[in-house]
């Protein structure tokens, strides 16, 4: 069973960047992705960016560009760099994990999952 704990949301006007952080702790397996999704007010969990254990990486269009995920295997941490945001951003955003070598961005193929840190965008 693995653990992830989010850090690094909070306010920010819009234009403005913020750094979220994903620390892994527990039982690892060798192959993995780590994903960020976020869930505005009354509205669905969302992909957003995904990184696997080896570097690869994909993201959602309305973030590429703007989005950067990273990540530091010795640290057991995945972070998620976001530019020029926007309003629209605003969501509480997750960390999850999924063990497998194959890509995806579909919530459910995700077992593991943090608590969530809020991030809010004014304009």
């Known amino acids: 069973q693995v653990q992830l704990v989010e850090s690094g949301g909070g306010l920010v006007q819009a234009g403005g960047s913020l750094r979220l952080s994903c620390t892994a702790s527990g039982r690892t397996i060798s192959m993995y992705f780590t994903g960020w999704f976020r869930q505005a007010p009354g509205e669905e969990r969302v992909f957003v960016a995904a990184?696997?254990?080896?570097?690869?990486?994909f993201y959602a269009d309305s973030v590429k560009g703007r989005f950067t995920i990273s990540g530091d295997n010795a640290k057991n941490t995945v972070y998620l760099q976001m530019n020029s945001l926007k309003p629209e951003d605003t969501a509480v955003y997750y960390c999850?994990?999924?063990?497998?070598?194959?890509?995806?961005?579909?919530?459910?193929?995700?077992?593991?999952w943090g608590q969530g840190t809020q991030v809010t965008v004014s304009s």
């Open positions: 999850a994990r999924r063990y497998s070598s194959i890509a995806s961005s579909n919530s459910a193929d995700f077992g593991s």
């Open positions: 990184i696997s254990r080896i570097g690869g990486t």
